[in-house]
């Protein structure tokens, strides 16, 4: 491939957004970053003079009108992912998406049939967790047989409680969609992809228990959705906003041969304390710190991906059946009933 | 108390029988076996000679003729639990009986109340977990505030693969209660105590994964409840017989302030080995291993219940409320639905 | 053995002494503690009446007259131990010393010969981590070849830094040996019962960080030494009377095929505690709770090897081998020099 | 600083070189690798060609003529660093080079004066261990007085015996320096800047326990120093080249106030695995893998500091006192005896 760069433009500079193009301006192998796209202009213009890039939009679709550029990356809010997708694919780009897909179940569908218009176009959905090196080994040992058949998923999705505040300010104006379609999805999106297998039902609960203000949204502080995918398969979902100690990520399968974990005590690094108050490791304080690895190498698999004209193994399908998932979730949490999700 | 010791009957000498009577016969403090029972005779003649204790039974009736004993410790197969606790308890005797308190829960509402009748007797509930240094640690701590408002609790109660066969050919014959209230009834009574919460509403699924004669059984080989409690509170229980790696017991409390674990390696001991395989730490063969210390000092507080006069924090009604916690997970495991607790 | 007991008496009633005394009035199978013995006179009353013991002494040569005894357990201070042991070796009783076996090496090459002339009672040294579930579990392992060949040993002994007061004031009137001979003996004892080497050359260097009052002592508050054993075999030893977390024994061995550690994170029980600090493990605070059941095995071993007249794993000689080797860790630590050990 | 881009050609394409140069070729910001150098000609080619490398060359003398450089990074094996660092320097070119500074005393001091005549030239040595975010999470900390003052430093320098074979078969033809100077040089370098302190003493034992071939190339298989520091601090480094369970980097810094711990398990990621052996978590296979972070981040502060016209904290000083204190490591290894060692 030598020296060959595939040009880029992102939209959305926020705090992942931020890094996203910070990465892809200089440590993204084969990867240009050509511009950079916000609708709050300082964004635009610290990002083209600390880093040297020579175009800078506040209107997205300006930026599609740009003919250098071969891909869009976007990191703007949620509510704009579906749209954004299907104006860059029209427009020609290959096209990474951050999660969630979409808020909607009517727009992700909308979309992935889009992405189908446009077969010939690379679609990367950002679900990093999978290139992570610890998730992407565990697949591959599952896949191996080393644990026999999956039969239970559980997967800790825990926000750090430091967040909060601004979670909370922010959730009032903005719909998230809620702790299960905002925080859980990465995990109903491994569970799928390790356990092979669709959800058939689920009774999700929870509640506002340190903050009201969760109730007073219509959304949970902690909740919890338990799962029967097909075969009987069994798949728990911890989702939270109030994690005190910092940011948990924590997944088990449990298979007929074996058990594989991944993050059982969220270790920040290789440092252990010893002090009066005991053995004591510190955690990870939050995504970025946690998945720094993963947010790189999803863009270089993106980046690989239009250079050797192949699909990523994370399709617009996982996108649209991890919402649907989602929604399940929601609903049932709203409702109090268990939930059958049509497929 | 200088030397005063209590006398003790025991009844039941299978494995775990066997161990309660070796840990009164040398372990337990101010505490006499004076008799032990079973309809094994065998058993009753080698623990007789062995230890060197002055009287045997192979009928329970007789043991409670014996009027030089105090108390009567039962730990005969679960189906017995009921009627020998009221028989000991109308011929005078403190009673402490191996959990669970009975199989139905007609039996345990009636048990409960010849409990009620015999107030001035010490009755005691061999719910052991509350007696081992790190559970009971835990619920000081929970007490004391540590990680303020309970919001969740998680169980795992798994039992090792290398017992499976066993129990499947003693399952055929003999009604256990099935996965969750054989199992998971420890767990159930765990939650009550430290949420100090009664459970709503559950939704148990489950399945027969690598063997399929627990279907057979209509049983689960693992399984897993997802229970609602008073104030919204989360109940995750996962019960299995098919561990891999030992028996695994593992307890999980998240607080609005921070989170308790307990087990979360079932390590069996302070060793680790490194070599090409990594950094290995072995686990749990079973209970009596993971259990020997509560097992030891659950007896140690029915003794010294006797002899200072008090009852033990596991009372009867622990008893019934699991039973009745247990049956409505077995009930939505069989039926498919949401099953709502009365109380 | 039915119920035949060993009826023993006691020497020292201090925290350790109280520790043994108690185990072997009601936990050790088989042992009757029948007698109890101590300088200071209200123990002897406390002892007897609490545990209704029918013999207290305060004169040593006393227990010894009393012939219904059969075996005498040393817990004094260390300077008597070698006087005591001799004495009650000549009267006719088995012998359990704790350790030290004496302080100098004079006295500790005297008793080894009493030891020898009384070949027909069990003298047992209480080495008592030889006893410990993990320790003897790593010399099985060793033993059986997992390891390799043994390389390298690796000891901490670290005393908890609460306990640095009393020891103090403890050690400005008591000669203990100094750290070498006081803290690190165990893990002496260890490293020639693992390794299956004895030492050849030692050099040692420590010094007073934090408490200028072990340089007065003449005695170091944290040392190590670097040992030499036949064939090239490596020891380090660790000692310290300032460990802020609290009681740290860690030993490890590395082998030519593998490694086994124990006690690599201190860790008392299975509890860990997530906050705002991290993930937390509390860690041992003392002897008494670390090794609680090593006590208890060796005093359960002592009576044994008396009812199956037999002999213990420890013998004097390893008490005599750990004493040489101690004095020459003392001497480098002294003198600054290089010493070699003559054997 | 924008896009202002250094150029720097490199030196040495063996292992470490190839990673350093796919780094600087795609991964370090503001760095543009401009020319590879090899005596090797294939691996000159190999990397112009997948990269895009404009210039290659197989003589060190005419990289040092090409003008359109600002940087020569050398990862050349050990015996080339002294001199090509003082010919860089000479032909004014800012200079990186792999540890160690070199393989004897003379020349390292040497060209500790040749960096002297070039103060306005960056030199940056290769001890990455320092931009290893553990690592340098402990400086600082140990730095703000979270656990008093240092005491003790224990650090484990073990390399996979998987490597073993090309290790020997390297070794015959090339000197190393010996386990102490090749292996141990980073933990040596680790000690003087965690304990603020130089070395004073140092007793060094080891041997040949597997594989003979290291006592007859006069090196040792696994080794161990200790070392008395300024101020009685102790050091003990145990080296080895036969670690069974991969590579093992472990360091400890004991204070008089707490004790940090770096690397105790040296797991790979954050998965682990439950089966029939136990509970599992796989070690590092190499220092690439363990390190991958801390080559990116010592190529970064290169750069940086040649942007930034600064100095690296690691300086030509600590790579001739950690050459001084490996030789005497390896003096005192080599007769036998305690080594003073003159500053």
Not at 105 to 117: C, D, P, T
Not at 286 to 295: C, H, I, K, T
Request: aromatic residues 10%; charged residues 30%; proline residues 3%.
């Amino acid at each position: 491939m030598k020296n060959r760069k595939v040009k880029v433009g992102i939209v959305g500079l926020g705090r992942l957004g931020y890094r996203h193009a910070e990465n892809m301006a200089f440590r993204v192998p084969h990867c240009e970053l050509l511009a950079v796209c916000s609708v709050v202009e300082e964004e635009v213009k610290e990002a083209q003079e600390k880093w040297g890039i020579p175009y800078g939009y506040t209107d997205y679709d300006k930026m599609l009108e740009n003919r250098e550029l071969e891909a869009i990356f976007i990191a703007s809010p949620s509510r704009f992912h579906c749209e954004q997708i299907e104006k860059a694919l029209e427009a020609g780009f290959h096209v990474f998406s951050e999660k969630p897909l979409g808020l909607y179940l009517e727009e992700v569908e909308k979309v992935e049939k889009a992405v189908s218009r446009h077969s010939d176009k690379v679609f990367m959905l950002g679900f990093m967790r999978r290139y992570d090196p610890s998730y992407a080994e565990v697949k591959r040992r599952i896949d191996s047989g080393e644990i026999g058949e999956p039969v239970l998923i559980r997967c800790y999705g825990l926000d750090p409680a430091g967040k909060l505040d601004s979670f909370l300010r922010f959730a009032r104006d903005n719909y998230s969609g809620g702790l299960f379609l905002d925080m859980a999805i990465h995990d109903l999106d491994l569970a799928r992809w390790y356990l092979q297998a669709e959800a058939e039902e689920v009774w999700a609960i929870g509640g506002s228990y340190a903050y009201r203000e969760f109730a007073e949204l219509g959304d949970a502080e902690t909740g919890a959705a338990m799962v029967r995918f097909a075969g009987n398969r069994i798949g728990i979902f911890v989702a939270g906003r109030n994690c005190v100690h910092g940011y948990h990520i924590e997944t088990e399968i449990i298979g007929t041969k074996g058990t594989l974990r991944i993050g059982t005590v969220p270790e920040r690094n290789h440092v252990m304390l010893f002090n009066e108050k005991g053995a004591i490791k510190k955690c990870f304080e939050g995504f970025l710190e946690r998945f720094e690895q993963a947010y790189l190498k999803e863009a270089e698999e993106f980046i690989t991906c239009i250079l050797e004209n192949r699909k990523p193994s994370v399709s617009v399908r996982d996108g649209v059946e991890s919402t649907r998932l989602g929604y399940a979730c929601k609903e049932s949490f709203e409702t109090g009933r268990l939930v059958r999700i049509k497929s």
